[in-house]
């Protein structure tokens, strides 16, 4: 059956087929105890022994047995009738929504046999659409339905910008990590310029005293030029620097904005505390590098 037959969406016309096919199956039940019940008392009155008294007492027993099944089957189908409006109301209330009830709508000709056509068709018959009709509550539920709508969409707008700014943060820590590469492989040139200084410093004694001075002469020449281009690179890998980290802090303080009231703000600001204090970290030793660039050169000539 369609699912606009009763004015309902698809979700709710299968629970209502779910529950005609549940109410078919106890119906049935009880329709085979009733059959077996009669063909119990057909069978004992083809016996001829059987004298007026006796046929009587069978009937009466079976009268009253037809009619505790109907009425056991009537009390448990209002129970779970019961049992049913008690979920719609319960989940009604956990939306501040007032539920009203239309008996009438229950002794409805036209509406019943709409659901007998339905139940007989197993779903499958498409009804002419009723219009709902309009009461006092029809406003405050279309606004409840529009404020779901709103809250949806800004729920997606909000999962966007948060991939969105999680996908810069992953981009600022792979910059973050090249930088920390460069600066290890700096440190590793640096090392091999100062090696090969002290051998340049150190010639054999068998070496003149000219080839000395001009060896002296284009060491101490080798390590201006290589002071100052260490000077220029590390200045230019502090403004990038200065740079990843300015980025890294609007990162992480659109973060805190978009996570604050979410389950992951804790870990996700714990995690950006540590980023924090390595970019410190990373800070401090540019800034030890810049302001004394040549002095582990110094150091070594000396030992």
């Known amino acids: 059956m369609d699912g606009e037959a009763f004015g309902l969406n ?12 549940f109410n078919k199956h106890e119906r049935q039940k009880h329709l085979k ?26 009937f009466e027993q079976l009268k009253d047995l037809v009619s505790g099944e109907v009425t056991s089957e009537s009390i448990s189908t209002a129970h779970m009738n019961v049992l049913l409006l008690t979920q719609m109301l319960t989940q009604a209330e956990k939306w501040h929504l007032v539920m009203t009830l239309d008996f009438s709508e229950i002794q409805n000709r036209e509406l019943l046999e709409k659901v007998k056509i339905m139940e007989e068709s197993d779903g499958k018959l498409t009804l ?7 009461d006092d509550n029809s406003g405050s539920v279309e606004l409840l339905r529009n404020e779901i709508e709103r809250l949806l969409k800004s729920n997606q707008a909000l999962e966007s910008k948060l991939s969105d700014t999680q996908s810069q943060l992953e981009d600022l820590q792979g910059e973050e990590k090249r930088i920390n590469q460069l600066c290890e492989l700096k440190e590793k040139e640096l090392i091999e310029l100062k090696e090969k200084s002290t051998i340049l410093s150190d010639p054999p004694e068998e070496t003149e005293d000219k080839e000395k001075s001009d060896s002296e002469k284009l060491l101490g020449e080798y390590e201006k030029v290589l002071s100052e281009q260490l000077g220029l690179e590390l200045e230019s890998m502090r403004q990038e620097f200065l740079k990843v980290q300015s980025q890294l802090t609007l990162a992480e303080q659109e973060l805190e904005r978009k996570f604050n009231q979410t389950a992951a703000f804790s870990n996700m600001k714990s995690i950006i505390a540590k980023k924090n204090d390595q970019v410190k970290e990373l800070r401090n030793q ?4 810049q ?3 040549t002095a582990p050169a110094v150091d070594n000539e000396e030992e």
């Open 33 to 58: 105890f009733l059959e077996l019940s009669f063909q119990d008392v057909v069978n004992q009155l083809n016996e001829p022994t059987y004298t007026k008294d006796e046929v009587e007492a069978l």
């Open 128 to 134: 002419p659409v009723r219009l709902q009709p309009l």
């Open 10 to 21: 698809d979700q709710h016309q299968s629970l209502i087929n779910n529950y005609l096919k």
């Open 291 to 293: 302001r004394n660039p």
């Open 286 to 289: 540019l800034n030890n590098l």
